[in-house]
């Protein structure tokens, strides 16, 4: 009996060079499989503590805090990201760098219900912080391994996000009342990074991806609003006996969500994403589109506790609590997506999705069929936007509102 080949010894130190933009078959690897589903616990827990908020009749405040909570999460995933793009070697430190800030977002998520209920961002602040670090580190390793220009870039990331991280200890120290003032300069802050950091020369970011990754973790956020909406649908049933009432609800949100993946993947992006202004215009337009997301999940249990007499705001409230971030993603979608890909002569369908966030506001008035109404414009504009007359071969290539080609 032969004996299996040894398997092949991997260093813990390599150098972090940048990968080349036209590799192939670049994919995201299981370690970036596994940051996204952790990371999406933090979504999670910001949205079951969204919904709380509302119940405890404290909108104002849980929207703020949500907001805030959500940019913490989809910044440091978004910037894990886009460096893994170009400098992923897959060392041992590479590894063990990157658990730490899968570590620290779970410390992070530990802190998210302190933060809506006390107004206290200490654990939060604690997890960022450990994410932030932990990826300063492996940019001044690229600096490392780099010369000329691309070495004073990775040395701007490094030290602007450090210099970052000094500026959000003042949003501990901040009365509730300034906080948002204070967050909205910090954040500003950490936007201006990446561009700043750029101007010196671009990394070697890989667009497909990129292009991947962003719909992956899309993906995964759409699973968590579909599984925070299952979870209420089954407590009203168990507790209420309303499984007549909630099944349309539970119809129409499965609608929506199917609907906003078959929209998201209507058209494929990574052709597009040709230049650093035109990739971060569309990287940050996702922090709109991915919380979006999650709040469709959070307004579809606000929804279902209306149906069985439990929500404390008014019937349309509960509606416009789903309703309004379904519109709000279908529009992101369009902006970011859709309306950059026109093949079509008939310049009409690129109406489709605003046109489809309007009528879904106006659902609103049908409180408690505002869903079930939602859902089949969702799907309507689906049918509209994508399989209609789709013998077209420039269609099937896209998927519908287009092609590769980009407007």
């Known amino acids: 009996m032969t004996s299996p080949p040894p398997l092949p010894f991997r260093s813990p130190l390599l150098p972090m060079v940048a990968r080349r933009r036209d590799e192939e078959h670049r994919v995201a690897t299981p370690l970036e499989l596994l940051f996204d589903l952790c990371f999406v616990v933090a979504v999670g827990q910001a949205g079951a503590e969204l919904v709380s908020a509302f119940a405890e009749e404290r909108i104002g405040p849980g929207l703020l805090?949500?907001?805030?909570?959500?940019?913490?999460?989809?910044?440091?995933?978004?910037?894990?990201?886009?460096?893994?793009?170009?400098?992923?070697?897959?060392?041992?430190?590479?590894?063990?760098?990157?658990?730490?800030?899968?570590?620290?977002?779970?410390v992070l998520a530990a802190g998210v219900r302190h933060a809506f209920e006390a107004e206290d961002y200490l654990v939060v602040w604690v997890g960022y912080v450990i994410m932030r670090v932990a990826l300063t580190s492996q940019w001044f390793r690229a600096a490392r391994?780099?010369?000329?220009?691309?070495?004073?870039?990775?040395?701007?990331?490094?030290?602007?996000?450090?210099?970052?991280?000094?500026?959000?200890?003042?949003?501990?120290?901040?009365?509730?009342?300034?906080?948002?003032?204070?967050?909205?300069?910090l954040a500003a802050c950490e936007l201006s990074v990446p561009y700043w950091a750029e101007r010196s020369a671009m990394t070697p970011w890989h667009?497909?991806?990129?292009?991947?990754?962003?719909?992956?973790?899309?993906?995964?956020?759409?699973?968590?609003?579909?599984?925070?909406?299952?979870?209420?649908?089954?407590s009203a049933v168990d507790e209420h006996d309303a499984l007549?009432?909630?099944?349309?609800?539970?119809?129409?949100?499965?609608?929506?969500?199917?609907?906003?993946?078959?929209?998201?993947?209507a058209v494929p992006v990574h052709a597009g994403l040709t230049t650093s202004r035109r990739a971060f215009l569309w990287g940050y337009g996702h922090y709109v589109v991915l919380a979006s997301v999650a709040g469709i999940g959070a307004g579809i249990e606000i929804a279902v506790e209306d149906v069985v007499d439990q929500a404390?705001?008014?019937?349309?409230?509960?509606?416009?609590?789903?309703?309004?971030?379904?519109?709000?993603?279908?529009?992101?979608?369009?902006?970011?997506?859709?309306?950059?890909?026109?093949?079509?002569?008939r310049r009409w369908r690129q109406g489709v999705l605003p046109v489809a966030a309007g009528?879904?506001?106006?659902?609103?008035?049908?409180?408690?069929w505002a869903v079930p109404a939602a859902g089949v414009v969702c799907a309507g504009a689906v049918v509209v936007g994508v399989a209609a007359d789709g013998n077209?071969?420039?269609?099937r290539a896209g998927g519908g509102w287009g092609d590769d080609g980009v407007g």
């Not at 391994?145 to 210099?163: D, I």
């Not at 991806?209 to 925070?228: C, D, K, N, P, Q």
């Not at 409230?317 to 309306?339: C, D, E, K, Q």
């Not at 077209?392 to 269609?395: C, F, K, W």
Request: proline share 4%.
């Open 145 to 185: 391994s780099s010369r000329g220009p691309e070495r004073r870039t990775a040395l701007r990331y490094g030290c602007g996000v450090l210099a970052c991280q000094a500026g959000w200890v003042a949003l501990l120290f901040t009365p509730a009342g300034q906080r948002p003032w204070v967050f909205l300069a």
């Open 392 to 395: 077209r071969g420039e269609e």
């Open 65 to 106: 805090n949500y907001a805030m909570v959500f940019f913490a999460v989809w910044w440091a995933w978004m910037n894990f990201t886009w460096f893994a793009s170009a400098y992923d070697n897959d060392d041992v430190l590479y590894r063990v760098t990157t658990l730490v800030q899968i570590a620290g977002v779970l």
């Open 312 to 345: 404390p705001i008014s019937s349309l409230g509960a509606a416009a609590t789903a309703t309004v971030p379904t519109a709000i993603y279908l529009v992101s979608v369009w902006a970011l997506h859709v309306r950059r890909y026109q093949v079509d002569p």
């Open 359 to 368: 009528l879904v506001l106006a659902c609103t008035l049908l409180t408690e």
């Open 207 to 234: 667009p497909h991806h990129i292009a991947e990754r962003y719909g992956l973790f899309t993906i995964i956020v759409l699973g968590e609003s579909i599984s925070a909406a299952t979870i209420a649908v089954k």
């Open 244 to 265: 007549t009432e909630l099944l349309p609800l539970a119809g129409g949100g499965l609608l929506i969500v199917f609907s906003a993946w078959w929209i998201y993947f």
